[in-house]
């Protein structure tokens, strides 16, 4: 059986109705705000790729994507896991200019991931990245940016309470900003995911940085593919979410590499064979835009702003039959 999770005395404060009502508020209000925010421009997006373009994302370099032929085409593609390359190709295809960027509603399937309750190999995001210049690749910028985007979670919350007052959520505006190493050095005892979770219950709303390479201990704190974010310039935002007693996840994102630090991560992550796709033949002979970007859970986000106890409450899956029933038998409504 698959990892549940079953909050003692758990009740969903909306309806199945009223829950997929306040789905709808959520990411039209979402995708609304972060276009202001962030300066971003909607677009169309792929559900698959050509694997010989080098633009799927690796993910922790583990993950099988979900291929199929198209005989017509006379390839074999791949279901995306995520946008994070195709999107910076998009931006150099496209022509977008410093400051601009593109906000893209990705849907993806993840067949080798562990279900429980933040967990479906169903993954939908709102995928985005913008054009920077070379002296915005600093710290300081990646923490204004962050800020706005949990500023846009924030509001949206704000106006999601003016049609259902019923939900208590507070969240923190306050954003702390941690590095994996300074979270190892205070917490050397503890398991990555548990130091996570003390700190974002501390602070309420935090951001934890530079996720991929080794810390002192030898270990990297996650895994992060060694090819779109910069592994000294990236992080997750992440929230207390009270319903699971955990820190939630809702975006992985950062300021990607520009030619110099993905030679170098290529490097250390054992990939040097991927210097001859596309992709990254492009961007080391410095052809495509410097760019910061990232995903935005959106099932994520639902789930933090409803309350709700399981991803499934708020997004349409395939669970094992255990799960099924544990839930049904805990009143959690799975879609």
């Given amino acids: 059986m698959n990892q549940v999770i079953i909050p003692e005395n758990y009740h969903s404060v909306l309806s199945m109705y009223e829950t997929q009502d306040a ?6 209000m979402m995708q609304k705000k972060l276009c202001m ?31 199929f032929e198209i005989p017509a085409a006379g390839v074999e593609a791949q279901v995306v896991h995520s946008l994070a390359k195709w999107k910076r190709m998009a931006l150099y295809r496209y022509d977008f200019r410093v400051g601009k960027g593109i906000l893209t509603d990705m849907n ?3 067949r080798d991931e562990e279900l429980d309750n933040l967990h479906s190999c169903y993954v939908d995001q709102w995928d985005w990245e913008k054009v920077i210049d070379r002296s915005d690749r ?6 204004a940016v962050v800020k706005r985007i949990v500023g846009v979670i924030c509001n949206t919350l704000d106006e999601l309470k003016y049609y259902y007052p019923q939900l208590e959520l507070e969240l923190n505006r306050d954003v702390a900003f941690v590095t994996t190493q300074e979270l190892e050095d205070r917490y050397p005892d503890l398991t990555p995911k548990q130091r996570e979770n003390v700190f974002v219950k501390e602070h309420g709303t935090a951001f934890i940085m530079k996720i991929g390479d080794k810390l002192k201990s030898g270990e990297p704190h996650d895994g992060r593919a060694p090819d779109y974010d910069d592994w000294a310039l990236n992080g997750d935002i992440l929230f207390w979410h009270e319903t699971l007693g955990c ?8 300021i990607r590499v520009d030619a110099k630090s993905l030679a170098e991560q290529l490097t250390k992550a054992g990939c040097e064979d991927r210097r001859e796709l596309l992709f990254h033949k492009m961007l080391l002979e410095e052809k495509l835009p410097l760019t910061i970007g990232g995903g935005i859970g959106q099932s994520r986000v639902c789930m933090l702003l409803l309350g709700k106890a399981h991803v499934g409450e708020v997004q349409a899956s395939i669970w094992d039959e255990e ?6 038998k805990a009143g959690i409504c799975l879609l």
């Avoid at 010989?52 to 690796?58: C, K, Y």
């Avoid at 600093?138 to 923490?143: A, F, G, S, T, V």
């Fill in 23 to 28: 789905i709808g508020i959520i990411k039209e």
């Fill in 37 to 67: 925010a962030l300066r971003l421009k909607r677009v169309t997006a792929p559900l698959f790729v050509d694997p010989a373009s080098g633009l799927n994302d690796d993910l922790n370099g583990v993950e099988r994507p979900v291929s």
């Fill in 108 to 110: 993806a399937i993840r």
């Fill in 138 to 143: 600093n710290e300081d910028y990646l923490k």
């Fill in 247 to 254: 820190a939630l996840e809702v975006s992985s994102m950062g």
């Fill in 323 to 328: 799960t099924l029933n544990a839930c049904e």
